[in-house]
C-alpha cells in the first residue's frame, strides 16, 4: 500500500511538471519541422476551397503581392507566390527586435526603465538635456520626445514637434530615431550582434527555413545619426514561422523562445488610436504596443490580433480568435507595393471563406 500510494504521489507531481512546462502552448497546433508541409484538406481546416481559389484572382487582378502565406493551427491554409525568396521586411524589422528584447528583459539584462542618460546615449551633434531622460520603454513605445535626426527615412518625423519640447513618454510619434537607437542599446546592454542574436534565439529554435545571416545588413547615414536600420531579408514563410511562435505565445512545440508574459505585454495596446500623431492617422483605427500594431475592429474575430507592418507591403497579421497567421510580401525590388487598405480587404476576403 505504501509503495502503490508513493507511485500515484509520483504520478501526479509528473503531471503537474507536465502542465507547467506546457503553460501557454496552444495544443491544437501544429509546429512544423525544417519542412512545412502543405494541409492536405482546406475543408479539414474549416475553409471553403472554392472562395480561397477566388482568392489568386483577385490577388493578380488588385494586389502587388510577391508572396502570400496563410496558416491555420500551424498548417498552411493558402499560399500564393514565391514563399521562399529572402526580400527586404522595411519595417517589420522592429517587430523582430521586440521579440528579442523579452528573453533579456526577463533575465534582467535590459532594465526598460533605465534612461538614456543613465546609459550614457548620446548622438551627432548631442542630445538635449530634456531628451537624454527618455528610457528604453519610451523608445520601443515610440513615445520618447526625441527628434534628433534619424539615418533613414520612412516614419512620421516631418510631423514631430519642435526639439525639447515634448517631455519622454507624453507623446507617441513613429519615429525611426526611436527604433534606431533602441537597436543600438539592445547591442550595448546585451554585448550581442542584433543578427547572431536573432539566429540563436529565435530563428535556429523555431527552424527557419530559409535564413541566412549573410544576407542581414544595417544601413543608413552616419553622419546624421550614430544609430542605424538594422534592417531584415527574410522569406514569407519564414515570417508564417514567426507568426506561428507568437500566436502561441513564444512557444514553440513545448519550448520557451521568447517569455509568454513579454508576447502578451508587447503586443498590449500602449497608444490608443485616440493618442494617435498626427491626428488623421487616429482615422486608421489601429493601436500600438511595444513595436508591434494593434488590430482594431468592431469585428469580434479580431480581438486581441496585432501585426508587423513594412513599407511597400510588408505584412504579418497574427488572429489568436482563428489561430490564423497570415505572411504578406511584396518584393521592393520590383518596384511594387501594396497598401495598408488593401492588404485589409484581402484580410476580409481570408476570413470570409470560413465556413459557417
Known amino acids: ?42 475543408e479539414e481546416l474549416g475553409y471553403d476551397s472554392q472562395k480561397l481559389s477566388e482568392i489568386s484572382k483577385y490577388i493578380i487582378d488588385r494586389l502587388n503581392t510577391t508572396g502570400l502565406m496563410v496558416v491555420v493551427n500551424g498548417k498552411i491554409l493558402f499560399e500564393y507566390g514565391d514563399i521562399e525568396e529572402l526580400s527586404y521586411i522595411a519595417s517589420c524589422r522592429k517587430s523582430l527586435l521586440s521579440m528579442m528584447f523579452g528573453k533579456y528583459v526577463k533575465n534582467g539584462t535590459i532594465d526598460l526603465d533605465l534612461t538614456l542618460e543613465e546609459l550614457d546615449v548620446n548622438d551627432v551633434n548631442g542630445l538635449l538635456p530634456i531628451e537624454r531622460q527618455a528610457t528604453i520603454r519610451d523608445l520601443i513605445t515610440a513615445r520618447s520626445g526625441i527628434y ?17 519640447s515634448i517631455k519622454p513618454g507624453t507623446y507617441f510619434l513613429y519615429n525611426n530615431w526611436d527604433f534606431n537607437a533602441a537597436g543600438g542599446i539592445f547591442e550595448k546592454l546585451t554585448n550581442k550582434d542584433i543578427y547572431e542574436t536573432f539566429e540563436h534565439d529565435v530563428a535556429s529554435p523555431i527552424q527557419m527555413q530559409d535564413f541566412k545571416i549573410e544576407k542581414q545588413q544595417k544601413s543608413g547615414d552616419s553622419t546624421k ?33 521568447i517569455p ?65 497567421v497570415i505572411s504578406h510580401k511584396t518584393k521592393y525590388a520590383y518596384k511594387r507595393r501594396t497598401d495598408f487598405p488593401l492588404f485589409r480587404e484581402l484580410v476580409y476576403k481570408i476570413i470570409d471563406s470560413k465556413r459557417e
Do not use: C
Request: proline share 4%; net charge neutral.
Open 1 to 42: 500500500m505504501i509503495k502503490l500510494f508513493n507511485i500515484k504521489r509520483f504520478t501526479i507531481l509528473v503531471l503537474v511538471v507536465m502542465s507547467i512546462n506546457t503553460y501557454g502552448q496552444n495544443k491544437s497546433l501544429y509546429f512544423p519541422d525544417s519542412v512545412w508541409l502543405a494541409n492536405d484538406s482546406v
Open 148 to 164: 534628433h535626426p534619424r539615418s533613414n527615412d520612412g516614419d512620421d518625423t516631418q510631423y514631430a514637434p519642435e526639439r525639447g
Open 225 to 257: 545619426s550614430n544609430y542605424l536600420a538594422y534592417h531584415f531579408w527574410i522569406s514569407t514563410r519564414d515570417m508564417a514561422r514567426i507568426g506561428l511562435l507568437m500566436l502561441n505565445n513564444g512557444n514553440w512545440d513545448g519550448v520557451q523562445v
Open 260 to 324: 509568454d508574459e513579454w508576447v502578451k505585454l508587447s503586443t498590449s495596446t500602449i497608444t490608443p488610436t485616440s493618442q494617435f500623431n498626427p491626428a488623421f492617422k487616429r482615422e486608421w483605427k489601429l493601436a500600438y504596443g511595444y513595436l508591434w500594431w494593434i488590430w482594431n475592429d468592431d469585428n469580434k474575430i479580431f480581438e486581441g490580433a496585432y501585426y508587423a507592418s513594412g513599407a511597400y507591403g510588408q505584412y504579418l497579421l497574427i488572429i489568436p480568435k482563428l489561430n490564423m
